[in-house]
């Protein structure tokens, strides 16, 4: 059984991380490089794998844990309390980062789905499910969601779009927001990639990586388990795959079929950083990536609160009135790399600039914890 800290879980999660960081801070959203950008609708980049990716991650880190919890004797009460107080923690810092730096609480201003928020919520119904299910009805409940919202994508009518309208305003979840989340602001006026239907299919998301979570936990070889998980991957890439003739890939409505592909390719790669950090124990090479994974919240939150500062401070002398943000990119990257090098290299030097300031609270043993 998996005691110790599992190294190649903080890897993946850092990977993650890092990748987040990268993909949300192009010196100018003129010039990033298509895989580097999400699919405008249906399909896929390899930017479209970082937010799964991470909900995976978090679904074994469940497993994990919550485990330790109740093999030390908490009761369940105490183990509730502390997810729903981490979810709360969570969501705040979701609608924080939303709101910074002007905190307008006009509900016309105020964005209520997001990143964090989604986070939240699917960390809150997957670590209840966790506790409360044995693993067969947990499988079941996954399967239920992910088919009941594919037959109500597909067959309920919204209203002036009719049945099976994917499309960006004319499908059930973008309805179902504009109803429910009238008044306020959605990402994309009139839909929101991490709204509220497509909520239950990003939980499925994370239950998958609950039970990579109980592979782990299996009383086998690591060896064994290393295929074990590098075969689900396989199985659920190629089911997804063929899903998508039917329920296209979509990271905005996060479709069921989207959910078993990209949680088949969080099964691949995770299999093979267990297989190299905690099989192989090449652990030298995971540390940049050990850095950001341990402070996995707090780099991405502060991150974003650093990118919104800079694009809020002016340069006045500048002859477009720059932000601090385009000042730096146009005045060091574009010269030193071009238009679309320079963007891509002033995104990898943040995310160094951000290795950096993480390796200090590496060094100082500072991890925050919610």
């Given at each position: 059984?998996?005691?110790?800290?599992?190294?190649?879980?903080?890897?993946?999660?850092?990977?993650?991380?890092?990748?987040?960081?990268?993909?949300?801070?192009?010196?100018?959203?003129?010039?990033?490089?298509?895989?580097?950008?999400?699919?405008?609708?249906?399909?896929?980049?390899?930017?479209?794998?970082?937010?799964?990716?991470?909900?995976?991650?978090?679904?074994?880190?469940?497993?994990?844990?919550?485990?330790?919890?109740?093999?030390?004797?908490?009761?369940?009460?105490?183990?509730?309390?502390?997810?729903?107080?981490?979810?709360?923690?969570?969501?705040?810092?979701?609608?924080i980062l939303h709101l910074?730096?002007?905190?307008?609480?006009?509900?016309?201003?105020?964005?209520?789905?997001?990143?964090?928020?989604?986070?939240?919520?699917?960390?809150?119904?997957?670590?209840?499910?966790?506790?409360?299910?044995?693993?067969?009805?947990?499988?079941?409940?996954?399967?239920?969601?992910?088919?009941?919202?594919?037959?109500?994508?597909?067959?309920?009518?919204?209203?002036?779009?009719?049945?099976?309208?994917?499309?960006?305003?004319?499908?059930?979840?973008?309805?179902?927001?504009?109803?429910?989340?009238?008044?306020?602001?959605?990402?994309?006026?009139?839909?929101?990639?991490?709204?509220?239907?497509?909520?239950?299919?990003?939980v499925t998301t994370t239950?998958?990586?609950?039970?990579?979570?109980?592979?782990?936990?299996?009383?086998?070889?690591?060896?064994?388990?290393?295929?074990?998980?590098?075969?689900?991957?396989?199985?659920?890439?190629?089911?997804?795959?063929?899903?998508?003739?039917?329920?296209?890939?979509?990271?905005?409505?996060?479709?069921?079929?989207?959910?078993?592909?990209?949680?088949?390719?969080?099964?691949?790669?995770?299999?093979?950083?267990?297989?190299?950090?905690?099989?192989?124990?090449?652990?030298?090479?995971?540390?940049?990536?050990?850095?950001?994974?341990?402070?996995?919240?707090?780099?991405?939150?502060?991150?974003?609160?650093?990118?919104?500062?800079?694009?809020?401070?002016?340069?006045?002398?500048?002859?477009?009135?720059?932000?601090?943000?385009?000042?730096?990119?146009?005045?060091?990257?574009?010269?030193?790399?071009?238009?679309?090098?320079?963007?891509?290299?002033?995104?990898?030097?943040?995310?160094?600039?951000?290795?950096?300031?993480?390796?200090?609270?590496?060094?100082?043993?500072?991890?925050?914890?919610?």
């Amino acid at each position: 059984m998996i005691e110790k800290r599992l190294y190649s879980l903080d890897v993946f999660r850092g990977l993650t991380i890092a990748g987040m960081i990268l993909v949300n801070n192009p010196g100018s959203w003129k010039y990033v490089y298509s895989p580097l950008r999400h699919a405008e609708w249906h399909g896929w980049t390899p930017t479209d794998l970082i937010f799964p990716f991470f909900l995976f991650i978090m679904g074994v880190a469940i497993t994990l844990s919550l485990s330790k919890r109740k093999e030390l004797g908490f009761p369940q009460s105490k183990i509730i309390y502390k997810i729903i107080k981490r979810s709360l923690i969570l969501f705040a810092l979701g609608i924080i980062l939303h709101l910074y730096p002007f905190y307008n609480f006009q509900l016309s201003k105020l964005r209520i789905p997001g990143v964090l928020q989604r986070i939240s919520l699917c960390y809150f119904f997957s670590a209840i499910l966790f506790l409360k299910l044995k693993p067969k009805n947990l499988a079941i409940i996954t399967g239920f969601i992910l088919i009941g919202y594919y037959l109500s994508m597909t067959f309920i009518p919204v209203p002036g779009y009719g049945a099976g309208n994917l499309n960006p305003e004319g499908n059930l979840a973008s309805y179902i927001d504009r109803f429910v989340f009238r008044g306020t602001r959605l990402w994309k006026g009139t839909w929101d990639p991490e709204g509220i239907l497509s909520t239950f299919p990003a939980v499925t998301t994370t239950i998958l990586g609950i039970f990579a979570g109980l592979i782990l936990k299996d009383n086998r070889k690591d060896i064994e388990k290393f295929l074990r998980m590098l075969l689900t991957g396989i199985s659920l890439t190629v089911s997804g795959y063929i899903f998508s003739f039917f329920f296209p890939i979509n990271k905005n409505l996060w479709t069921s079929s989207y959910v078993l592909f990209t949680g088949g390719l969080a099964y691949i790669f995770f299999s093979l950083c267990f297989l190299l950090f905690d099989f192989f124990k090449l652990r030298k090479l995971g540390i940049p990536f050990v850095i950001f994974g341990v402070n996995p919240i707090a780099v991405y939150f502060l991150s974003g609160i650093i990118t919104k500062t800079l694009l809020l401070i002016k340069i006045k002398s500048s002859p477009e009135n720059l932000s601090l943000y385009s000042w730096i990119y146009k005045s060091i990257f574009v010269p030193l790399a071009g238009n679309m090098n320079g963007s891509l290299l002033f995104a990898l030097s943040y995310v160094l600039f951000w290795l950096a300031i993480m390796s200090v609270f590496y060094r100082l043993k500072i991890f925050i914890k919610i």
